[in-house]
């Protein structure tokens, strides 16, 4: 994405923050919102004169080994603190808010915010509870779970997996997310400003990511869908966005998330879509 800024001829620069604080120097003013970055290099650069600031995720801050345990976590804390604080100081600056990024952690709450808007879901239980887990699972034909945050991949719940005692001693571990299963296909949208560029994922997986060879096929969804996408940007607060959604046999759309950092160079080549300068345009807008 640099490069890409820099052949449009805009000035870009790369914050690596696992060199806050030892080799990067940053400062802000809450009066004034004003603050600037020294880079390792010597450059400085005021955070007014900033137009853009487009990231996926944070690294983190690097912290001396020199300094006892309590010492480096009191260090990390500030460190963290500040750089956070700017972050979200410009928070209309960012593809996307530090605000934006944080809610899509709370997945459960996206869900229900979605939802909010008329928007279909799959029936969902989030919890930890073996009688609900397994009422929940007999009240539907097919049930699929996976990780309550995500890093994980999905799979169906088998006569197994409600056995009682493993599914206690499963779930004193921790909460899980349980969805009925809806037969058909995924389709990824990706929504930047205004724009929507959507694909259907083909592949016999239960979870596409798991399938190398899966493909992707541009589909123009309905135009109630593209409002929704627009309106679940809106409400997440997100400028761009990658949303998920699972496509029935009869032609209904469930809503499964919306990822605030998603990766896209993988579909741009498959599609053709111009997703990397779409990006590009709005954040030299």
Not at 37 to 55: E, P, T, V
Not at 148 to 155: I, K, P
Not at 232 to 240: D, E, G, P, T, V
Request: with cysteine; net charge negative.
């Amino acid at each position: 994405m640099k490069g890409s800024v820099e052949q449009a001829g805009a000035i870009a620069y790369y914050l690596e923050t696992h060199l806050f604080p030892t080799q990067i120097q940053l400062s802000w003013i809450p009066e004034t919102m004003a603050g600037t970055i020294a880079f390792a290099d010597g450059h400085k650069l005021r955070l007014q004169d900033i137009q853009s600031i487009f990231w996926r995720q944070i690294a983190g801050v690097q912290i001396s080994p020199s300094l006892e345990p309590e010492q480096q976590r009191l260090a990390y804390e500030d460190s963290m603190s500040l750089l956070r604080s700017i972050l979200q100081g410009s928070a209309e600056k960012c593809f996307n808010s530090w605000e934006a990024y944080q809610f899509h952690k709370e997945k459960p709450l996206q869900l229900g915010t979605v939802k909010k808007l008329g928007i279909q879901i799959p029936p969902t239980l989030i919890s930890n509870d073996p009688e609900q887990i397994t009422n929940f699972a007999n009240t539907q034909q097919t049930v699929i779970f996976k990780p309550v945050y995500g890093g994980a991949h999905t799979q169906r719940v088998t006569p197994q997996h409600l056995a009682p005692e493993r599914l206690k001693k499963v779930l004193s571990l921790s909460p899980a997310t349980f969805q009925a299963y809806i037969p058909g296909t995924n389709i990824r949208t990706y929504v930047i400003g205004e724009a929507i560029f959507s694909a259907e994922i083909h592949s016999p997986d239960l979870d596409f990511r798991t399938d190398e060879n899966a493909s992707l096929v541009p589909l123009k969804v309905p135009d109630e869908i593209a409002q929704q996408c627009l309106s679940i940007a809106k409400s997440l607060k997100l400028r761009w966005t990658a949303i998920d959604w699972r496509l029935s046999p009869s032609g209904e759309y469930f809503f499964l998330e919306a990822n605030p950092s998603p990766m896209f160079l993988h579909f741009e080549k498959q599609t053709g879509y111009p997703i990397s300068d779409t990006l590009l345009n709005l954040l030299l807008q």
